[in-house]
């Protein structure tokens, strides 16, 4: 089992539907995670830190479920500007390993 | 503030060559990061630096490819005798520190489009 797994999509959606992207880890240890975006031959940026109690930011909520060990990214009322690649990334807490980072999910939304 | 700054943006190269790149991470971020990301494809670690300790060299894929970090800021990836699979996206990211909430999240440098002829 890869340490970081995420469907690579694509998810084509229309503007304004809602889409969810789940991503599971195989390390039951590790302390944190996140979601990351890339755009097109562009830097990965952070999108948001993902907390046990979930977290929102606006369009955007994040959930972990540690029992099942997966996170998954909600997004609301998608824009063309969500378009781009989410990466899940995770923290697997053994030391002096750095974070694990998972393929992306390409979003694709279209007008 | 200043983000994480890599030089040069693009480099392109003679097979056989070697190269030098260059990131200088956030001020104060005493962990350093470098990856590639190879064209549609996902990011993969090469090697990781945190403080004094000794470097995480695990995702170097030869023994062609080798990075230091001097004085605890600046780091140079050296690739050796350059080879057309090496062409990709080198990327540098920093962390304030590797572990705790809040402190672990990555900044990523623009890359560094290394290209190998």
């Known amino acids: 089992r890869k340490e970081v797994e995420q469907d690579p999509g694509p998810f084509n959606v229309p503007e304004g539907a809602t889409v969810a992207f789940n991503c599971t880890y195989s390390n039951s240890a590790s302390q944190s995670f996140f979601w990351y975006r890339q755009d097109c031959r562009k830097e990965p940026k952070l999108l948001m830190s993902?907390?046990?109690s979930g977290n929102e930011d606006g369009r955007f909520t994040a959930q972990l479920n540690r029992a099942s060990q997966y996170i998954s990214l909600l997004i609301r009322d998608s824009k063309l500007s969500d378009s781009a690649t989410y990466l899940c990334?995770?923290?697997?807490?053994?030391?002096?390993?750095?974070?694990?980072f998972g393929k992306g999910t390409t979003l694709s939304v279209s007008s | 503030g200043a983000g994480v700054s890599q030089s040069p943006s693009n480099k392109v190269t003679e097979k056989g060559k070697d190269v030098e790149l260059r990131c200088d991470p956030i001020s104060g971020h005493t962990a350093l990061y470098w990856y590639r990301q190879s064209l549609g494809q996902g990011l993969e670690f090469l090697i990781y630096f945190q403080g004094n300790s000794a470097p995480d060299k695990s995702g170097l894929p030869s023994d062609r490819f080798s990075a230091e970090r001097t004085g605890g800021s600046v780091s140079t990836l050296t690739i050796q005798r350059t080879q057309q699979e090496d062409s990709a996206v080198y990327l540098c990211?920093?962390?304030?520190?590797?572990?705790?909430?809040?402190?672990?999240?990555?900044?990523f440098g623009p890359g560094t489009r290394l290209t190998v002829l």
């Open positions: 990211a920093s962390s304030l520190t590797h572990r705790g909430r809040g402190t672990d999240t990555q900044y």
């Open positions: 990334v995770v923290n697997p807490d053994r030391a002096g390993t750095a974070l694990i």
């Open positions: 993902v907390y046990s």
